[in-house]
Antibody, heavy 122, light 110 residues
Framework: EVQLVESGGDLVQPGRSLRLSCAASGFTFNDYAMHWVRQAPGKGLEWVSGISWNSHTWNTGGIGYAVSVKGRFTISRDNAKNSLYLQMNSLRTEDTALYFCAKEGGDGFDHWGQGTLVTVSS | QSVLTQPPSVSAAPGQKVTISCSGG????????ISWYQQLPGTAPKILIYESHKRPSGIPDRFSGSKSGTSATLGISGLQTGDEADYYC???????????FGGGTKLTVL
């Protein structure tokens, strides 16, 4: 059974940093692209970032970012630990959201975690 | 960044069929493989349809997907009260190098 478990969400002040983690199990992690998708309170889904298992999806080293986070957020993965990460710097109040880790499969996101809440507020 | 447009809400009676549209304003839409997600209140999204019309294992055939021109459609037949949820369409835009989501549609089963 595929499981994705996010952690690291917290209440932080604007301008500070936070690192999210996603522990994956139940599938061959290094065979799949992985993503972060967020949902602000009462709002819809917003893709944040993705990292391919190789470089074929994006020219920039197999990594892509939404315009809203580019230059502030950094996605990474540790295939040995079956883990996905999101380093979030220079956080803004508009980054407040529930952050989901999602596995890509079949031209869609076929498995999702339950999310970790990030609140940016002074 | 989203260029996928969904109606904010739809409603229908139990047992009836409802359709939810997802239209694209970009010329890239023809290249999109559309996926559909169901998000029940307080839960994570779940995939219902991928590659515009395919159902993952375990998704009942009451859910169907289609795509034509600049619009995609999710159909839900035999509506049940348990189908009340938010539904999102999504697509990978290879020219933008980004995944896109529609704004979501709230389904009410009257």
């Amino acid at each position: 059974e595929v499981q994705l478990v996010e952690s690291g969400g917290d209440l932080v002040q604007p301008g500070r940093s936070l690192r999210l983690s996603c522990a994956a199990s139940g599938f061959t992690f290094n065979d799949y692209a992985m993503h972060w998708v967020r949902q602000a309170p009462g709002k819809g889904l917003e893709w944040v970032s993705g990292i391919s298992w190789n470089s074929h999806t994006w020219n920039t080293g197999g990594i892509g970012y939404a315009v809203s986070v580019k230059g502030r957020f950094t996605i990474s993965r540790d295939n040995a630990k079956n883990s996905l990460y999101l380093q979030m710097n220079s956080l803004r109040t508009e980054d407040t959201a529930l952050y989901f880790c999602a596995k890509e499969g079949g031209d869609g996101f076929d498995h999702w975690g339950q999310g970790t809440l990030v609140t940016v507020s002074s | 960044q989203s260029v996928l447009t969904q109606p904010p809400s739809v409603s229908a009676a139990p047992g009836q069929k409802v359709t939810i549209s997802c239209s694209g304003g970009s010329s890239n839409f023809q290249d999109y493989y559309i996926s559909w997600y169901q998000q029940l209140p307080g839960t994570a999204p779940k995939i219902l349809i991928y590659e515009s019309h395919k159902r993952p294992s375990g998704i009942p055939d009451r859910f169907s997907g289609s795509k034509s021109g600049t619009s995609a459609t999710l159909g839900i037949s035999g509506l049940q009260t348990g189908d009340e949820a938010d539904y999102y369409c999504g697509a990978w835009d290879h020219r933008l190098g980004a995944w896109l989501f529609g704004g979501g549609t709230k389904l009410t089963v009257l």
